[in-house]
């Protein structure tokens, strides 16, 4: 499954400036390890000491919020695109 | 030297002092810290007292620059006791603080803007701008206005209609997103990735939160500077029920009031409630909910601050609760009967909440408890449709207002006396 994942701004320096990343990966772990092998750098960003996604870190999927789709059991189908995005306010 | 800094909520990295709000190492939320050393010679209640009856009285506990000269009275709005609606809740101590008349925008959000704006202009911002629910777009466009900022406000657009309007007013440039607030908040989120605007709930977030301490500040100094038993705050997005209690554990650390373990109840609609279900489930963490509530204001489904609004609520053995959409216009219209205020969606939900607390003797009577209503019902008067029936003209004669009066009372009325 080749998908893509949009990096956040401050994320880039750890993707050399990389803003679009294409990844091959069947579900978030999937992903997860797919970006660490890449970014090696990248992985104390995303995950915690315990190696679980960040609290603060959303993941969407299409626009959708991965947590809606089944979360860690949602298949990732051909030509998905992923967003990381930090929790913002309340307005 | 400025005696605060941003500093990461969960590794403590410090940030110093400039637009952001994500910790980069590890993608936490960035928190405003102070020199509380520092600030307990400057700040006394003398000090305070001697102030503007503005929320700017407690200027040296917000982060503010130096040199800073509001532009606006925000804040100090009343807080009172509430008898009659006492009575129907099975309460005997019980206060309202009614950020209804908030200025300019009527809404707490006037609060947290402020504080967002005296930042936006130190960083040298000349557009601001955020993503709303409605109160705070509405006090963006009109602050931005009052101190010559341009304003980009991003809506969802089923919005109410007073809401649109009365940012429109402004002047702001509104766009409305086909989508729910958690959507726009994440586009919010990639649009402040790319633009050097001054997103007040996205990079000037750490700043902009620490603005609704100031109703905390404003609670213990109008009780004489004590603290509650319990306060009944509404959840969005969770941060004003963190800052309420941030505001009471500042006073109890500079030693302006005497430390107690108040008790934070959260008060949500059940059709967005992600919050009080994980409180109520005893879960620390949250399970985003897609919102389907008329309190539109709380129709968050990823609130960002719910994680901390747990904790708050936990810490000293509060609670939440939600209630249904026919709940929340059942308590909008006792509010008003009981104390004559009338108040938007969010505060049917902490009056109808409250009624629940009490009920669940959850909160006691006698305890001192305080309801915080956080906005004006001139602004959902959309979610009253319906409820009073549109009265038939009549001549203007007193004869037939007399047969008017029989009419709906079924009661005879006197004969006039001819003079």
């Keep these: 499954m080749t998908i893509t994942v949009q990096i956040p701004t401050p994320l880039r320096r750890l993707t050399s400036g990389s803003a679009r990343v294409t990844c091959a990966a069947a579900n978030l772990d999937e992903l997860f390890s797919a970006l660490d092998q890449q970014f090696p750098d990248l992985k104390p960003h995303l995950r915690d000491e315990a190696g679980q996604m960040r609290r603060f870190l959303n993941v969407y999927v299409n626009e959708e919020d991965i947590r809606f789709l089944g979360g860690n059991a949602y298949a990732f189908r051909d030509g998905d695109e992923v967003l990381l995005v930090p929790s913002i306010a309340g307005g | ?419």
């Design chain 2, 1 to 419: 030297m400025p005696q605060y800094e941003l500093r990461c909520r969960e590794c403590g990295k410090s940030w110093g002092n400039q637009p952001r709000s994500i910790c980069d190492d590890c993608f936490s939320p960035l928190e405003v810290s102070y020199d509380y050393d520092a600030l307990r010679s400057q700040v006394t209640r003398e000090q305070i007292a001697q102030g503007p009856p503005s929320m700017w009285r407690y200027s040296g506990l917000l982060p503010l620059p130096e040199n800073f000269q509001p532009s606006l009275p925000t804040g100090f709005t009343p807080l009172f006791r509430a008898p009659r609606l006492a009575e129907q809740l099975g309460a005997k101590n019980l206060y309202i603080k009614n950020d209804a008349v908030c200025l300019p925008t009527l809404s707490f959000k006037d609060r947290v803007v402020a504080v967002a704006l005296a930042q936006a202009r130190e960083f040298g911002f000349e557009v601001v701008s955020c993503s709303s629910t409605g109160n705070l777009a509405n006090s963006v466009a009109a602050q931005a206005a009052r101190n010559g900022f341009r304003s980009w406000i991003f809506i969802p657009a089923d919005l109410e209609p007073a809401k649109i309007i009365g940012t429109q007013v402004f002047g702001a440039k509104l766009v409305r997103i086909s989508g729910s607030y958690d959507q726009v908040n994440r586009l919010c989120s990639q649009i402040a990735d790319e633009h050097q605007w001054g997103f007040v709930n996205v990079n000037l977030r750490p700043y902009y939160a620490e603005g609704s301490k100031t109703v905390g500040f404003e609670i213990a100094e109008q009780l004489g500077w004590r603290l509650p038993d319990n306060v009944v705050v509404p959840m969005a997005g969770g941060s004003l029920i963190t800052k309420i209690k941030k505001a009471f554990d500042e006073l109890i650390t500079l030693g302006l009031v005497d430390a107690k373990p108040v008790r934070f109840f959260g008060a949500q609609a059940t059709g967005c409630s992600p919050i009080s279900t994980a409180v109520k489930a005893g879960n620390a963490e949250i399970d985003p909910q897609k919102p389907a509530t008329i309190a539109r204001s709380l129709a968050i489904g990823n609130p960002a601050d719910g994680h901390y609004a747990i904790k708050t609520i936990k810490a000293n053995g509060g609670w939440a609760e939600d209630i249904s959409d026919p709940e929340i216009v059942e308590s909008i219209q006792l509010l008003a009967e009981t104390e004559g205020i009338f108040t938007e969606t969010a505060g049917g939900v902490t009056v109808g909440c409250a009624r629940k607390l009490y009920r669940q003797d959850r909160i006691l009577p006698d305890e001192t408890t305080v309801l915080c209503i956080t906005g004006n019902g001139l602004k959902t008067t959309d979610v009253l449709t319906g409820k009073y029936e549109a009265e038939e003209p009549i001549p203007p004669k007193i004869a037939e207002f007399d047969k008017y009066l029989e009419r709906i009372l079924d009661i005879d009325v006197p004969e006039a006396v001819e003079a």
